[in-house]
């Protein structure tokens, strides 16, 4: 394909083309300007489409900068890939079943993507109207109180925090007199 058909081709199909450039540079083709491997990350994220080309040759390279920002997001202690699965995947390479593991992966991350899907779609359907979203509501702002009420009580000598140990002093009180009175029925 000449170079010329093959940008075209891509950028009328909405594809955003992305030169790679030998100082390592990379060139968003659509917004005309330099652009970092974050930048594709986020691209990836948002769903855009995009096709990173050599500059010198027009080689696509997509797959070994995808690669790249994996393993960028990788050793940033965002790891997703456990050594295990790591372990299997390079044992694949060579393998006769090595043509079928790029189908597998792609449909079982499909599968999940869907799942998750429906779970969001679910959960929002939960909370949304019903019986059950009254008790949601509350048990998230329930929640959320006694999330504030850990943060406060982590603050030193908040006035918040010497009030809330005074009122779980006194119900402990109140607990303790409860229990003894009970006993002391019993004896």
Known sequence: MAKSSRSNAAGDSG??????????????TETSSYITLDHLAAMTREGRDFQVLDAKTDEDITH????????DEESRGQT???????????SMYGDSMQSMVPQYLE???????????????????????????DI???NIEMFEAATSAFSDAAKPG??????????????????????QSKVDKLG
């Not at 070994?64 to 393993?71: E, F, K, P, R, Y």
């Not at 006035?159 to 402990?172: P, Q, T």
């Open 64 to 71: 070994s900068v995808l690669t790249q920002i994996i393993m």
């Open 15 to 28: 594809v955003v083309i992305i030169k790679k450039y030998a100082n390592r540079r990379l060139y968003n």
């Open 80 to 90: 997703m890939l456990p050594v295990s699965f790591l372990r299997q995947l390079i």
């Open 107 to 133: 449909a079982s991350m499909d599968a999940f993507r869907r799942n998750q899907a429906e779970f969001h779609t679910a959960m929002k359907g939960a909370f949304a109207g019903g019986p059950f979203a």
């Open 158 to 179: 908040s006035a918040a925090s010497a009030a809330r140990k005074d009122d779980e002093i006194a119900a402990l009180k109140a607990q303790l007199a409860t229990l």
């Open 136 to 138: 949601a509501r509350r």
